[in-house]
């Protein structure tokens, strides 16, 4: 049935940019909440970011506030999240996931996941 695919993941220095992309297949996106997700090996996955359907509510993990920003593209079915003055600390696995709410957001009432890009911040 529907699927997530996350795409711009990559190698880079600090302090530079990347933006990710999360297209929808499938099903329609602008019917769900997308929450971004990232995860390091030995560590839980953490969300980092959460945008609300249609797009008017925005929230955002604590450690990325600031620098990071989710937006979508409702005609697209796509979700972004723009990632700015990238630190080693953020080298992770990024997941995007759809829910109903952002309430629902988490491992256990998320209807779709996608399988995952790499980003990697060297200093």
């Known amino acids: 049935q529907g699927q997530l695919e996350e795409s711009g993941g990559g190698l880079v220095e600090a302090g530079e940019s990347l933006t990710l992309s999360c297209a929808a297949s499938g099903f329609t996106l602008s019917y769900y909440a997308v929450g971004w997700f990232r995860q390091t090996p030995g560590k839980e996955r953490v969300r980092v970011a959460a945008i609300s359907r249609p797009g008017g509510g925005k929230s955002y993990h604590e450690d990325v506030k600031g620098r990071f920003t989710v937006s979508r593209d409702n005609t697209k079915n796509i979700v972004w999240l723009q990632m700015n003055s990238l630190t080693p600390d953020d080298t992770a696995s990024y997941y995007c996931?759809?829910?109903?709410?952002?309430?629902?957001?988490?491992?256990?009432?998320?209807?779709?996941w996608g399988q995952g890009t790499q980003v990697t911040v060297s200093l």
């Open positions: 996931a759809a829910a109903r709410t952002i309430p629902d957001l988490h491992p256990g009432a998320i209807d779709y």
